[in-house]
Every structure is written in structure tokens, then in C-alpha cells.
């Protein structure tokens, strides 16, 4: 895809899909900036990259605190000298039943999940300005399409309303040239999941056309794409990315 060492910075991206999408987007050519709230596990992953060969750094980040946020983004363009790609991926999944949903629990997934893509993208921008080729890519989710299966009802909220943001920021940001794009994963096997049972997770495998669940890559080949140059006509898209679970 010929990133040309332009610079991404992913959050979340300590392990499962934010690794995954790190990794194939240093292969892809990119200096990457790995962020996560997780402060051991991410600076392992960044150094698993650089031990590979990659440019990639890794720091502690709580993506849903401004002052985090403002931290994160410096020490990226501080590391790096400039910001071209923000994946805004971290997310967390609380599968509590509606009727016992704690209002701390959801307005937790709703800080991380939803206001983290407000504040980095805000605080992203002016050095996105300056890119020449700036891409916002957004971790929706299949839930924000259809309200869920197993999951909450906070968490197919939280990526309904990364949805409408996506749409709200690609067209905000167009004059800038800025991309905006999400992708809305199907059911994708990682650690998200670790509390499902196997009847769970036999459950939503049953449910896909394609008959298995999303590997991490294969999200990370439609981040690959659009943030590549090819995909700079494409903006306010989202992509699903979930084995004909959901179709629309
Ligand atoms: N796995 C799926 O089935 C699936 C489906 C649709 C969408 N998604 C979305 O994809 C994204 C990645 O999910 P995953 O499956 O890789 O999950 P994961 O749990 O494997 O990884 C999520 C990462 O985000 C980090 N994180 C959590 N809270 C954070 C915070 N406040 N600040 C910074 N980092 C934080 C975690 O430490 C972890 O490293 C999430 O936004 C998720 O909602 C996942």
C-alpha cells in the first residue's frame, strides 16, 4: 500500500485488533505510534515491532481524559515529527443485560468507546492539517448497525453514535482534505470476547454467512486500504467487515 513512512497512531493497539492494524500498517510502509491504557503490554508490542524492523514507539494512554489525550498526541509528533493516519480503535464491551446496566458502566463505554474518537480527532486536527494525505479511520462496530447480539445495549450505542460522529467529522473535515472513515467489524476473535462462553461465541459463529469468526488481520487489510493512497476520494464510508452478518 505504500505508506512511505507517513505516521499513524493507534490506539488500543496494545494487542487484538489496534495490534493488528499497527503491525500491517508498518508493514505497510508507516511509522507507527502505538497508544493504550494498558502501559506494559504496549510498550511490549511496540518493541515487538521495532524488533522486526519496524519504526514504532509505544506510550500510555487513556483515551477517554482530554489531558491524556493532549499527552498522547505530543509525545507521537514529538517521536515522530508529524501525525498522517489516527486509527481510533480502543474500545471496551460490557455484556451486562439492559435491565442491569449501572449508569457508571455506561457512561464508561460511552467515554471510551465514543467521546475518545471526539477528543483525539479534535486534538489530532491541527496536525492533520498539515498532512498530505490525513486519515481519520474510526472502530465502529456490526452492533452499531443492528443494536447487538450478546452484546449491551451501552455498547451498540457507543458505536451507533461512532457512526454519526464519522459522518458529522467527514464532513467537517473535508475541506481540510481529511478523511474520515469507519469500519464496523462483525464478530472478531480476540480478548473482547474472553468472557463469552464457547455456547456464546458458537452462537454469533452460527450467525455468519461466510461460517467463522473475524480474524484481527482481516480488519486490519481494510484500515490497510483506507489508509492508503488509493482511498483518497473515499470519505464518510463505513465498511463492514463481518462475513455477511450484516448487509446493507
Ligand atoms: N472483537 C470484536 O468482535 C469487535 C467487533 C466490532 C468492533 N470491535 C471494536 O474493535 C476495537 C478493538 O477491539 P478488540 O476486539 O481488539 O478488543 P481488545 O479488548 O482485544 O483490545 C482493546 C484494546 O483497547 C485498550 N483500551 C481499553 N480501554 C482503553 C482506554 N480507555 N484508553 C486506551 N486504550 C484502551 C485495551 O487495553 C486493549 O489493548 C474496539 O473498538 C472494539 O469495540 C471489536
Not at 9 to 31: E, H, P, S, Y
Not at 166 to 180: E, G
Request: neutral net charge; contains cysteine; proline residues 3%.
Amino acid at each position: 500500500m505504500g505508506l512511505d513512512k507517513r505516521v499513524a497512531l493507534v490506539t488500543g493497539a496494545a494487542k487484538g485488533i489496534g495490534f493488528a492494524i499497527a503491525d500491517r500498517l508498518a508493514r505497510d510502509g508507516a511509522r507507527v505510534f502505538l497508544a493504550d491504557i494498558d502501559a506494559g503490554l504496549v510498550k511490549a508490542s511496540a518493541e515487538k515491532l521495532a524488533a522486526a524492523g519496524f519504526e514504532a514507539d509505544g506510550v500510555e494512554a487513556d483515551v477517554s481524559s482530554l489531558p491524556a489525550v493532549q499527552a498522547m498526541i505530543a509525545k507521537a509528533v514529538e517521536r515522530f515529527g508529524q501525525l498522517d493516519i489516527v486509527v481510533n480503535n480502543a474500545g471496551i464491551l460490557r455484556a451486562s443485560r439492559l435491565e442491569e446496566i449501572p449508569p457508571e458502566e455506561w457512561d464508561l463505554v460511552l467515554a471510551v468507546n465514543l467521546k475518545s474518537v471526539f477528543l483525539v480527532s479534535q486534538q489530532a486536527i491541527p496536525h492533520l492539517k498539515k498532512s498530505a494525505a490525513p486519515r481519520i479511520i474510526n472502530l465502529s462496530s456490526n452492533s452499531g448497525r443492528m443494536g447487538g447480539f450478546e452484546t449491551s445495549v451501552s455498547y451498540a450505542a457507543s458505536k451507533g453514535g461512532v457512526i454519526a460522529l464519522t459522518y458529522a467529522l467527514a464532513s467537517q473535515l473535508a475541506k481540510f482534505k481529511i478523511t474520515v472513515n469507519a469500519i464496523c467489524p462483525g464478530t472478531t476473535d480476540t480478548d473482547i470476547l474472553k468472557d463469552f462462553s464457547a455456547e456464546a461465541r458458537e452462537r454469533l459463529r452460527a450467525r455468519v454467512p461466510l461460517g467463522r469468526l473475524g480474524l484481527p488481520a482481516d480488519i486490519a487489510a481494510a484500515a490497510s486500504y483506507l489508509a492508503s493512497a488509493e482511498a483518497g476520494f473515499v470519505t464518510g464510508l463505513m465498511l463492514d467487515i463481518n462475513g455477511g452478518m450484516w448487509m446493507g
